[in-house]
């Protein structure tokens, strides 16, 4: 065998190993839900435990707009920044660009965080107390 060719078996090998050691990604929906007449403003579910990695879906359901912001309050540095550059494209600190159409999708892949609880709300129905809850588990 070449070189080059036992290089790459055991490079392709290597990245093969690596796949089967690191964790699943899982998909978890959260529906973004307003209605002014029955007094309905929230996410369901409001708490979603998942892994760094995984990928949350904010569905707009109903009462559109809304945006979905975390609370800074007690993060530290490098949860703040971590948070800050998954989100990318975003309408403010920590803030997710607005939602303003039913059936719109905001996909958010969790950074690695520390174990903990990650509260977040709507902006635009913030008064309404519309808010919910990350729980980020142990890898």
């Known amino acids: 065998m070449h070189p080059l060719e036992a290089r790459a078996l055991l490079t392709?090998?290597?990245?093969?190993?690596?796949?089967?050691?690191?964790h699943a990604q899982k998909t978890h929906e959260i529906r973004l839900e307003a209605n002014r007449e029955k007094e309905i403003y929230r996410f369901t579910p409001s708490q979603?435990?998942?892994?760094?990695?995984?990928v949350i879906v904010f569905k707009?359901?109903?009462g559109?707009?809304?945006?979905?912001?975390?609370?800074g309050k007690g993060l530290?540095?490098?949860?703040r920044n971590a948070l800050s550059t998954a989100i990318g494209a975003k309408s403010g600190e920590l803030a997710s660009p607005m939602l303003t159409k039913n059936g719109a999708e905001y996909r958010l892949v969790l950074p690695k965080l520390p174990v903990g609880t990650y509260a977040y709300f709507c902006l635009p129905h913030r008064a309404y107390d519309m808010?919910?809850?990350?729980?980020v588990k142990k890898e």
Do not use: K, M, Q, W
């Open 60 to 62: 707009v359901v109903s």
């Open 131 to 135: 808010r919910g809850e990350i729980i």
């Open 12 to 22: 392709a090998a290597t990245l093969v190993g690596n796949t089967v050691i690191l």
């Open 76 to 79: 530290s540095p490098a949860a």
């Open 64 to 71: 559109a707009p809304h945006g979905i912001v975390f609370e």
């Open 48 to 54: 979603v435990t998942v892994s760094p990695g995984d």
